[in-house]
């Protein structure tokens, strides 16, 4: 059974940058059958999609966040990561580490999931 | 942009009935549609994608229609635990892009 588990920061200066980090446990990341990403959920709003990544490197952005999203893969640590650059108040909420299955659309659902880890920008 | 709609915003039903949720889209998916149920403080579950087919898993009291604009997720025979927030999701062919919608709660009546 697939596992994902978020870890970083809870607290994060306006401007500065937020970095997190999901641990995946029982499989490889060292394939393309599957993609890997982020979604975060504001307190009290809906789910937003940031970013999905393939092992190949082949990476999709959100539009409205593609200027400042950065996402790596470390197979190595079985591991990928988030960085969010000049963040505001409107950045903070709970940030979902994902996994979803190559299937007719290069991104399409989402069928694991990490806990969340809260995220909250103020100084 | 596609913007997507849920409705209600809070659907207050009695266990044992049930519960028909809609999703909206602004422009039409085809059958690019998925949904999703959240529990207090988890993660959200996939519960369907392409706008009918159930994960694996999932009781056949949950289903889902339509295609185009226009979507409907129903629980029949609610059991105690549904009752939670459900989000639909569209996804794109191309260029690849995800967008949530604003989600229903499911409550107790």
């Known amino acids: 059974q697939v596992q994902l588990q978020e870890s970083g920061p809870g607290l994060v200066k306006p401007s500065e940058t937020l970095s997190l980090t999901c641990k995946v446990s029982?499989?490889?990341?060292?394939?393309?059958?599957?993609?890997w990403g982020w979604i975060r959920q504001p307190p009290g709003k809906r789910l937003e999609w940031v970013v999905s990544?393939?092992?190949?490197?082949?990476?999709y952005y959100n539009p409205a966040l593609k200027s400042r999203v950065t996402m790596s893969v470390d197979t190595a640590k079985f591991q990928f990561s988030l960085t969010l650059t000049s963040v505001t108040a409107e950045d903070t909420g709970v940030y979902f580490c994902?996994?979803?299955?190559?299937?007719?659309?290069?991104?399409?659902?989402?069928?694991?999931w990490g806990q969340g880890s809260l995220v909250l920008v103020s100084s | 942009e596609i913007v997507m709609t849920q409705s209600p915003d809070t659907l207050s039903v009695s266990p044992g009935e049930r519960a028909t949720l809609s999703c909206r889209a602004s422009?039409?998916?085809?059958?690019?549609l998925a949904w999703y149920q959240q529990k207090p403080g988890q993660a959200p579950r996939l519960l369907m994608y392409?706008?009918?087919i159930r994960a694996t898993g999932l009781p056949a009291r949950f289903s889902g229609s339509g295609s185009g604009t226009q979507f409907t997720l129903t629980i029949d025979s609610l059991q105690s635990e549904d009752f939670a927030v459900y989000y639909c999701?569209?996804?794109?062919?191309?260029?690849?892009?995800?967008?949530f919608g604003g989600g229903t709660k499911v409550e107790i009546k």
């Open positions: 994902v996994r979803g299955e190559r299937g007719q659309q290069v991104i399409s659902v989402f069928e694991h």
């Open positions: 029982d499989v490889s990341l060292h394939t393309n059958s599957f993609y």
């Open positions: 990544m393939y092992y190949s490197g082949s990476t």
């Open positions: 422009q039409s998916l085809g059958s690019n």
């Open positions: 392409a706008a009918s």
């Open positions: 999701q569209y996804y794109s062919d191309w260029p690849p892009e995800v967008t």
